[in-house]
Nanobody, 121 residues
Framework: VQLQASGGGSVQAGGSLRLSCAFSDGAFSSYALGWFRQAPGKKREFVATISWGGGSTTYRDSVKGRFTISRDNAKNTLYLQMNNLGPEDTGVYYC???????????????WGQGTLVTVSS
């Protein structure tokens, strides 16, 4: 399984970005998927997760109402729409797959390479 994250960049506070994560595996629709991020000098943290069918999503409190996780099972692609970004959202964003939707990073078995998001004030 290969995961390729993209869409990161530099934006000003209040801006938006849309991250994508393309999967090489044809079993994509059977996976729960998640986004995590790691700020400089900090531990990797959970951002959002989505169930295999897309019917269930979970977010960390600080991104609720601003971020939206979604998936297109026909395109084998995971997305993260990020609106009203703030400097606290700066970090490397990683996509990952799991058998069930969980907030625990250690549960995920495959990870993308990460894409950098930088938000300036």
């Amino acid at each position: 399984v290969q995961l390729q994250a993209s869409g990161g960049g530099s934006v000003q506070a209040g801006g938006s970005l849309r991250l994508s994560c393309a999967f090489s595996d044809g079993a994509f629709s059977s996976y729960a998927l998640g986004w995590f991020r790691q700020a400089p000098g900090k531990k990797r943290e959970f951002v959002a997760t989505i169930s295999w069918g897309g019917g269930s999503t979970t977010y960390r409190d600080s991104v609720k109402g601003r971020f939206t996780i979604s998936r297109d099972n026909a395109k084998n692609t995971l997305y993260l729409q990020m609106n009203n970004l703030g400097p606290e959202d700066t970090g490397v964003y990683y996509c990952a797959k799991d058998d069930s939707a969980t907030e625990v990073a250690g549960s995920y078995d495959y990870w993308g390479q990460g894409t950098l998001v930088t938000v300036s004030s």
